[in-house]
């Protein structure tokens, strides 16, 4: 019996010894991880203000081992989201074909076809966005004009005021509709993003 409690004791104390050891390892590659990404962010702050083009992004990594290109173009792509303009998705795009090339493991083609499904995704994004301010307009325009004609607004009533003025029902259905514009975009925007981080070999 004392022999199973020395045992259980025993085991106890290398379990914790083990539990230690762990957050050891996960503290020291937090701390590689947050070194190596602040090495990184001056090189692609360069890229991203002006300072250097893809091709003097390329020389810049040159020589950089593949757990860093990988962790750059992570870093590229957690600044893309779907509010991105097409300009900034195709800025990041040269950037991470880019780091692409330089892998020993390069899948240049398969990123091209994640990256243009991506930048597909944010213009249909962009696009539905840009419907549903013509659309809003549009009944806004039409609330002013039905209540200007009953006297409830002067000519000189602004947007926001008709905006307030509408009914609740009208209100809600809009805020429903954007709601589930911004569901459906945000699956897409998940899925072709694993999409993508696949293609790169990164961790989703």
Same mark, same amino acid.
Do not use: C
């Given at each position: ?105 390069? @899948?240049?083609?398969?990123? =091209?076809?994640?990256?243009?499904? &991506?930048?597909?995704?944010? $213009?249909?994004? /962009?696009?539905? *966005? !840009? ?32 905006? @307030?003025?509408?009914?609740? =029902?009208?209100?809600?259905?809009? &805020?429903?509709?954007?709601? $589930?514009?911004? /569901?459906?975009? *945000? !699956? ?17």
């Amino acid at each position: 019996m004392i022999a199973d409690n020395d045992g259980d004791r025993i085991k106890s104390a290398y379990e914790k010894a083990m539990e230690r050891a762990e957050d050891m390892i996960e503290d020291t590659e937090g701390s590689i991880n947050y070194e190596r990404r602040e090495e990184i962010k001056p090189k692609l702050s360069r890229y991203f203000q002006g300072g250097i083009d893809s091709d003097e992004l390329w020389q810049e990594f040159s020589g950089a081992e593949e757990d860093e290109l990988k962790m750059a173009q992570e870093m590229i792509i957690e600044s893309l989201g779907l509010n991105s303009s097409e300009e900034e998705i195709e800025k990041r795009r040269q950037a991470v074909l880019a780091l692409e090339d330089l892998k020993d493991s390069s @899948q240049v083609r398969t990123a =091209e076809r994640a990256l243009d499904q &991506a930048s597909k995704v944010v $213009q249909q994004y /962009n696009s539905e *966005q !840009e419907r549903l301010r013509s659309k809003l307009k549009d009944m806004m325009r039409q609330q002013m004009q039905d209540q200007q004609q009953r006297g409830q607004l002067n000519g000189d009533a602004v947007t926001m005021q008709a905006v @307030q003025n509408m009914d609740e =029902e009208t209100r809600r259905r809009i &805020a429903r509709t954007r709601e $589930q514009m911004e /569901n459906k975009f *945000q !699956e897409q925007w998940d899925e072709v993003k694993g999409q993508l981080l696949d293609a790169l070999g990164l961790e989703k």
